[in-house]
């Protein structure tokens, strides 16, 4: 297997990365915590998506025992250009993981989990067993767990919705990750409105789970684009939403077009609650997962004081 994290962006044009503002800035992981959290993890030879994708959050999420388990291997079927997970040809699944995950979040104490995976396209179901078997152990062994998932979009599977419907998780999350019209180059194995009906089918599946979705932000949309994004997602019925800074891995990744301010995400924020958002978290750090804990306790409260 080739030592080369993406074979594909290997001849693009490097695109230089300029330097991070200072609302941008993280300190690095150094607390007991951390060590701690990273030893579970390891010793369960676990992947998680805040190491893989390289997450700016990762010190933080970690002192607080928070991290986003992601299942079904380390190698990606797709080559998203702003992604840093492995791209290739995946290896076996284990079939332990589910145990091992179980086992992770009892040990770690979690309230609540996020649990991630790459593409599988070469995979019948693509997955979506794999995913249920996770979501079915954690509830076994932690029964008071809430567990939120971010899915692939089963594109071409068609019976993943009806593998998945059999161990709905609390939260239901499918980043549309940008606009419509940056799909070709941001997200050329996937098709916005695949993404956008599969947030709708599940809702209509299960209209009692929380659906979720995010974007990233400075990649040379426009806020009218941004807009009419926020718009679908409310047409398909999606309760929260994040919107958080793109920031490039490398130079081969997509070109970072700007640095978007923190009073643009402010307006991104008022402007979805506007839209009627149940949750909103839209700051230059935000990531899908990025205190998924809290947050849900808070779009729960949201949800019955709007019933009420």
């Not at 929380?210 to 718009?231: A, H, N, P, R």
């Not at 997509?254 to 949750?279: D, H, N, S, V």
């Not at 205190?291 to 009420?308: C, I, L, P, T, Y």
């Amino acid at each position: 297997m080739s030592d080369i994290r993406h074979p594909e962006k290997i001849n693009r044009v490097s695109n230089p990365i300029p330097k991070k503002p200072p609302w941008i800035r993280v300190k690095a992981p150094t607390s007991k915590f951390f060590k701690s959290t990273n030893k579970i993890i390891k010793d369960k030879k676990i992947v998680t998506v805040c190491e893989e994708a390289a997450c700016p959050n990762i010190a933080e999420c970690w002192q607080k025992k928070h991290a986003t388990f992601m299942i079904l291997g380390d190698i990606c079927t797709r080559a998203c250009a702003f992604c840093n997970i492995k791209t290739g040809k995946p290896g076996f699944i284990d079939l332990e993981e589910p145990k091992k995950i179980a086992e992770a979040v009892n040990e770690l104490g979690l309230e609540h989990v996020v649990i991630t995976s790459v593409d599988r396209d070469d995979l019948i179901d693509g997955g979506a067993n794999h995913f249920t078997n996770v979501i079915k152990g954690i509830r076994e062994l932690n029964k008071s767990c809430t567990i939120e998932v971010l899915t692939p979009d089963f594109h071409k599977k068609p019976e993943a919705l009806g593998i998945l419907s059999n161990n709905l998780p609390d939260v239901f999350n499918h980043n549309l990750e940008t606009v419509p019209r940056l799909y070709l180059s941001i997200r050329p194995g996937s098709r916005y409105f695949v993404s956008l009906k599969l947030l709708s089918d599940i809702k209509k599946l299960n209209p009692n789970i929380f659906t979720k979705s995010g974007l990233m932000v400075g990649l040379g949309e426009t806020k009218e684009e941004i807009y009419q994004v926020m718009d679908d997602l409310r047409a398909a019925d999606v309760d929260f939403i994040t919107i958080g800074q793109y920031l490039p891995p490398t130079t081969k990744h997509a070109k970072l077009e700007r640095f978007i301010t923190p009073k643009e995400f402010e307006e991104y924020k008022q402007m979805a609650i506007a839209k009627g958002f149940l949750m909103v978290a839209s700051s230059p750090l935000t990531r899908s997962s990025y205190h998924a804990s809290e947050d849900f306790k808070v779009m729960q409260g949201n949800r019955a004081s709007k019933n009420n």
